[in-house]
């Protein structure tokens, strides 16, 4: 057995560098000789291979007032010789700057980090938790999932995983406080400018909401549970992106301060706080084999993602329609853009939703301008999917089972002993929960590359999938904006632009005669016809070169979900059971 120790602090705020210094001790004997030392190459919840280990600097090892000598052995990992010594000490600096859900970051004002992206494990005892001290400025507030332990601003894992599954955040805090389903809640935010703009009060108001929501969809509504003692949102408002990392009593999100002042971006908010806080069951508890144990020095393979993340992506705005925090139509606005952006993704008819799922580490983090039309995002994809499922379940059911009955079977199966879900056994779990073989459904949608057909699955509910026309002709390609030029990123494969030979990273100059002016492609496109032969203008290589393009018919616009005129009383009443309204709350949504 070791017992690990570990002190964090900020060595130098303005070169982003935390300081870790980590004691390995033997409860009885020495330790290990030579005694190795790992670092993780990711964190759970997000699959890549980040290599965190090339953010330490400067690691060396003691043993009381001796150094001793230490070789890296593997990318990420150090072996320390030491001459029979009961303990170790290994001290080193993280580069932290950074601010994402997964990584670390550290300036005058603030210090946040991630357990994988930070502490090192012994090779001898890689489950091996560790008591830690947090060491920054006394005016800081210090927040963490973890256990506090008697001494002040120190903490308890019981392990590894636990070390890995707590970030710590340390700073000047705004923080609110609420109690749900007997449990109490913390949000706690780094405070900005920008954070000082969120209104919290809501935020907490809504955020309850969804808890208890959450805790009925799980547990049913006589009973409602968390699986957790307490719970804690950390909350970083920043315009450097949006994101969320799930842990089993916490969670981390980001979000653009102009999110939290908009309905649209407000929603937004709320589905991702639904989302990583639903992880707590779906993917925290129940948990498939293919991540169960982690490992922690390589990828962690499951064909099972779409369902972990779909289903949960699913669930997170079905959850604020359930909550009543997005209306009938703003739910239906949301699936409906959903299901365009899926039908408009080529990708979806290349790569299997299951191996998708599989490829995340090399694929889903790792897009470029192929994978348009070579891969589909498990997020995407796996939640049209499950939302068809659900409709299907329904549909056959009479309204008597749902998707829902499938997640509290996997939580009562799975997810209360925490057995992990083996790779093949969603379609007998599907049916022990409905009661339906869904076997040609999974061999399409999940196995296969069948375009899902949102429309036929819709019709049973009375409702209908429409596109809107869009005029002019297409070129088939996706540009930025740099610097005022119009940029290629993506050429569809067989498109317009990929026969004339426009390639990517391209700079479009003009077309049909017409400039691009700062990226406005599609209104240089609305006033041309599919079929016209035009000359497309780029430049490449810092040469200017005319191409002749056959102009494409327009994609699909927007989509929208709408109620049929023609619904039955059948149809209605399975529409008014999955949408939790009456059906004169249906009305027609964009996309």
């Not at 952006?341 to 694929?363: C, E, M, N, V, Y």
């Not at 022990?432 to 949102?454: C, H, K």
Request: hydrophobic residues 45%; aromatic residues 8%; charged residues 25%.
């Amino acid at each position: 057995m070791i017992e690990v120790s570990t002190r964090v602090f900020v060595v130098d705020a303005h070169a982003h560098l935390l300081g870790v210094e980590s004691t390995f001790a033997a409860a009885s004997g020495a330790l290990p000789s030579p005694f190795v030392v790992f670092m993780p190459v990711w964190t759970p919840g997000s699959y890549l291979v980040r290599e965190y280990a090339r953010h330490v600097e400067g690691l060396e090892a003691h043993a009381g007032e001796a150094r001793l000598d230490v070789e890296k052995v593997r990318k990420n990992a150090w072996s320390v010789r030491h001459d029979g010594a009961a303990a170790v000490t290994v001290r080193y600096r993280v580069y932290a700057n950074d601010l994402t859900v997964r990584t670390n970051h550290v300036d005058g004002s603030h210090a946040y980090w991630n357990g994988a992206a930070t502490y090192l494990a012994a090779e001898a005892a890689p489950d091996a938790g560790a008591r830690v001290t947090v060491d920054v400025p006394s005016a800081w507030g210090v927040a963490t999932a973890l256990d506090a332990a008697e001494a002040p601003r120190s903490f308890v894992a019981r392990s590894f995983d636990e070390l890995c599954d707590s970030p710590i955040d340390c700073g000047p805090h705004l923080e609110r406080t609420f109690e749900a389903v007997g449990k109490p809640h913390r949000i706690v935010a780094w405070d900005t400018p920008d954070a000082a703009g969120v209104d919290w009060d809501k935020l907490a108001r809504d955020t309850r909401t969804i808890v208890e929501t959450e805790a009925r969809l799980l547990e049913g509504e006589d009973a409602p549970s968390l699986p957790y003692d307490r719970y804690l949102f950390l909350w970083h408002v920043s315009p450097r992106g949006r994101g969320g990392l799930e842990h089993r009593s916490s969670s981390t999100l980001l979000a653009r301060p102009e999110r939290f002042t908009t309905r649209s971006g407000w929603l937004d908010t709320l589905s991702l706080v639904a989302h990583e806080l639903l992880h707590a069951w779906n993917v925290k508890r129940i948990r498939p084999v293919g991540l169960a144990p982690y490992r922690y020095e390589a990828e962690n393979h499951t064909r099972l993602l779409w369902w972990f993340e779909g289903a949960t992506s699913y669930y997170d705005w079905r959850i604020l329609r359930l909550a009543d925090l997005a209306t009938p139509a703003e739910y239906l606005g949301h699936l409906a853009d959903a299901a365009s952006r899926l039908a408009d993704t080529p990708g979806a008819r290349q790569h299997a939703l299951a191996d998708a799922s599989f490829d995340a580490w090399i694929k889903a983090y790792r897009p470029d301008e192929n994978a348009l039309d070579s891969t589909v995002s498990y997020y995407l994809k796996g939640e049209v999917v499950c939302a068809l499922f659900d409709l299907e379940i329904r549909a056959r059911t009479a309204g008597q089972r749902s998707l829902d009955d499938v997640l509290r079977h996997l939580w009562r199966v799975h997810g209360k002993s925490e057995t992990p879900v083996p790779e093949g056994a969603l379609p007998a779990l599907f049916a022990e929960a409905t009661g339906l073989t869904l076997d040609d459904r999974f061999a399409a949608w999940v196995e296969g590359t069948s375009a899902p057909d949102v429309g036929a699955a819709l019709a049973p509910f009375g409702l209908a999938f429409e596109r809107a026309t869009r005029k002019g002709a297409a070129l088939g390609v996706r540009t930025s904006l740099d610097h005022g030029r119009a940029m290629v990123d993506v050429v569809l494969r067989g498109s317009a632009a990929s026969r004339a030979g426009i390639d990517v990273h391209d700079e479009l100059i003009a077309v049909a005669g017409k400039r691009v002016v700062t990226g406005a492609l599609d209104a240089t496109l609305e006033s041309l016809a599919p079929g016209a032969q035009v000359p497309v203008v780029v430049a490449r290589d810092g040469r200017v070169r005319t191409l002749d393009a056959t102009l494409d018919p327009p994609a699909a616009g927007e989509g929208r979900i709408v109620a049929r005129t023609d619904a039955t009383a059948a149809a209605k009443q399975l529409a008014e059971g999955w949408l939790s309204c009456a059906w004169d709350q249906l009305t027609a949504s964009k996309g």
